[in-house]
């Protein structure tokens, strides 16, 4: 049996996350999750095929959508060091869920679109605006929940 030593397994805050964000913005509109290329298929006039690669229209708009709002938002000088961020996707609620649903109690989601997914195009869009670079990034807080109004994302970014 290996023994993992004390001081890895408990890792003390760096951050008193009382304090108020550096940065806090809200995202309104209809929730993208980044899909980074899609793939279609080319012919040319002898037959032969060959791979296009583009971004979809949404998602192209999505990551407008955040960069209007960030720069909103925008310090003075970039942001540098360790950040922590949190997000949190409020996804519009399945109609079959809210015909069903009387509860006023948020709905944890446990399936698709994926975290990765929805945390990257956001990352990707604020850099240059909040941060030099999304690799600043080094914690990374983040919830999934079901609303019955309309979408939108709540981004907060702390200094460790």
């Known amino acids: 049996m290996i023994e993992v030593p004390k001081s890895i397994l408990i890792i003390q805050p760096q951050a ?29 006039k002898n037959g032969s095929s060959f791979p296009i690669l583009y971004t979809r229209t949404a998602v192209r708009q999505w990551k407008e959508a955040i960069r209007a709002i960030a720069i909103q938002h925008k310090p003075d000088v970039l942001l540098t060091g360790p950040l922590m961020a949190f997000y949190r996707f409020h ?8 015909r069903k649903d009387t509860s006023l109690e948020p709905y944890w989601i446990d399936v698709k679109p994926d975290n990765d997914n929805l945390i990257g195009i956001i990352q990707d869009a604020i850099q240059g605006i909040i941060y030099d670079n999304d690799s600043r990034i080094a914690k990374t807080l983040f919830e999934k929940i079901y609303t019955k109004e309309a979408e939108y994302v709540d981004v907060a970014i702390w200094r460790l």
Request: glycine share 6%.
């Open 91 to 98: 996804i519009l609620m399945p109609k079959s869920k809210r």
């Open 16 to 44: 008193d996350y009382s304090d108020p964000p550096l940065i806090q913005f809200k995202i309104y509109g209809k929730i993208i999750a980044n899909k980074k290329v899609d793939v279609r298929i080319g012919y040319r």
